[in-house]
Structures are given as structure tokens and as C-alpha cells.
């Protein structure tokens, strides 16, 4: 299952750098970037994810990394990453529904983002080897 996860990592965390980067440069009009919402309230909603997007993609990758190096912080670390992936797309599916918007544009990418690192949470998580508060092993 991990194996499926981590490339699902690879794929959203370079997704949201692509994002912020091709939307920061102004390569996507502003009507297309917020999905027909060319509100500045919304384009200040959208680039609020980006302090929890680019360091769950900075986890991620770096998690990656340091697993195919072998090194023990990349469970750790991919957790954090899993973590802030879903917490995100539960942040926008939230927002989407208490303005009563179930626009398919905005739902499906986002329940993506939530569902996707559950699996890998929980097995991580059961593993045991994830250091827990007052149990942080010894190097």
C-alpha cells in the first residue's frame, strides 16, 4: 500500500509546487485559477493554502528521499506530510460546504487530497514505530 501512496505523494506534492508556481507567475487567469471565482476574497481564500500545501509537498518529497536513502525520519516524516496533505483538502471541503457549493471542481480534488493519505495514516500509525509523545527513541 505504501508503494501506491508514495507515488501519489510524488504526483501531489509536485502538483501543488506546479500550482502556486504557474499561478503566482500569472500564467493562469484569474477566472480559471479560482474556478469561475475571480472574487479577491477568493483568490486571498486560494493562496491561504499555500503555508500548509508547500510544506506538506517540502515533507513529502523530502520523506521520499530520505526512505529511498533508508533513513529512519522518513515514516516520521511522511506522516507529517499525510497529515497536512489531508488536513488540507478537509480545510477546502469544509469551506465548500458551509457556502453550499458542491461544484464537482472544487469537491473532487479536494476529497483527493483528504481521502488518499488515510490508508497510509493508519498504517503508519499501527506500525508502532511512529515516536509517540514521551517515547522518542535513541539515535
Known sequence: ?????????????LGFVAYFT????????PGW????????L???????????DLPASATGLT????LRR???AGEPLMLVSL??????????????TLRGDFSPAWWIPNL?????????????TARGRIPRPGRIPSP
Do not use: C, E, H, Q
Open 42 to 52: 477568493m483568490a486571498d481564500w486560494n493562496w491561504s493554502f499555500l503555508w500548509i
Open 83 to 96: 497529515v497536512l496533505t489531508a488536513a488540507s483538502g478537509l480545510m477546502a471541503i469544509a469551506f465548500w
Open 63 to 66: 520523506s521520499l528521499w530520505l
Open 112 to 124: 483527493y487530497l483528504l481521502l488518499f493519505p488515510l490508508p497510509a495514516i493508519a498504517a503508519l
Open 1 to 13: 500500500m505504501l508503494r501506491a501512496t508514495k507515488a501519489l505523494m510524488v504526483l501531489t506534492d
Open 22 to 29: 504557474i499561478t503566482g507567475l500569472g500564467l493562469i487567469p
Open 33 to 40: 485559477a479560482f474556478a469561475g471565482y475571480a472574487d479577491p
Open 70 to 72: 533508508r533513513s529512519p
